[in-house]
T-cell receptor
Framework: AQTVTQSQPEMSVQEAETVTLSCTYD???????LFWYKQPPSRQMILVIR??????QNATENRFSVNFQKAAKSFSLKISDSQLGDAAMYFC??????????FGDGTTLTVKP | GAVVSQHPSWVICKSGTSVKIECRSL??????MFWYRQFPKQSLMLMAT?????????EQGVEKDKFLINHASLTLSTLTVTSAHPEDSSFYIC???????????FGSGTRLTVV
């Protein structure tokens, strides 16, 4: 069974600084997708960034980038120039093909002004 | 694009009654939708996969008779919590795969309180 592990229940960062959230996963599949979602207090799940496993290049979306290490099954999220609005719970997720997603336990990010 | 609408946003019901939650894909067709349950400050736990025109696939430990799922069209899936009890109180979220570049899109969730 696929598993997703987020080893950091809580993280904090100073506004304008950079923070990295960790995620590891386990799978025997070769074709899959990895995601980072943000869940603010409203509890709406928001897609932050997506990585296709077959792509070697790390995905980036403005201030958000990932470090995808396929062999190590690691998928970390880097948030640069952190803003107060980045404070939320972040979930790492895995999905094979078009199937169901498996989520990590989440990391609560606090941004200090 | 790729919007999923979930209703109601919150609902309070009495023990023993049934509650229906709707999940609609507004601008795309979703042959598959997913239903999750989330407790406060915890992760999303998949309850079932809803397939248009066929029976839902339930995860181990989820009571099929309590959580009825119907996916009658390509844009609508419903979750009915039957004979609700206080322990069913939770946050329920639906999701659909909208294809690239959107990936999986989530509804805004339903907070169910059973009193």
């Amino acid at each position: 069974a696929q598993t997703v592990t987020q080893s950091q229940p809580e993280m904090s960062v100073q506004e304008a600084e950079t923070v990295t959230l960790s995620c590891t996963y386990d799978t025997s599949e070769s074709d899959y997708y990895l995601f980072w979602y943000k869940q603010p207090p409203s509890r709406q799940m928001i897609l932050v960034i997506r990585q296709e496993a077959y792509k070697q290049q790390n995905a980036t979306e403005n201030r958000f980038s990932v470090n995808f290490q396929k062999a190590a099954k690691s998928f970390s999220l880097k948030i640069s120039d952190s803003q107060l609005g980045d404070a939320a719970m972040y979930f790492c997720a895995y999905a094979a093909n078009a199937g169901k997603s498996t989520f990590g336990d989440g990391t609560t990010l606090t941004v200090k002004p | 694009g790729a919007v999923v609408s979930q209703h109601p946003s919150w609902v309070i019901c009495k023990s023993g009654t049934s509650v229906k939650i709707e999940c609609r894909s507004l601008d795309f067709q979703a042959t598959t939708m997913f239903w999750y349950r989330q407790f406060p400050k915890q992760s999303l736990m998949l309850m079932a996969t809803s397939n248009e025109g066929s029976k839902a696939t339930y995860e181990q430990g989820v009571e099929k008779d309590k959580f009825l799922i119907n996916h009658a069209s390509l844009t609508l899936s419903t979750l009915t919590v039957t004979s609700a009890h206080p322990e069913d109180s939770s946050f329920y979220i639906c999701s659909a795969r909208a294809g690239l570049p959107h990936g999986y899109t989530f509804g805004s969730g339903t907070r169910l309180t059973v009193v």
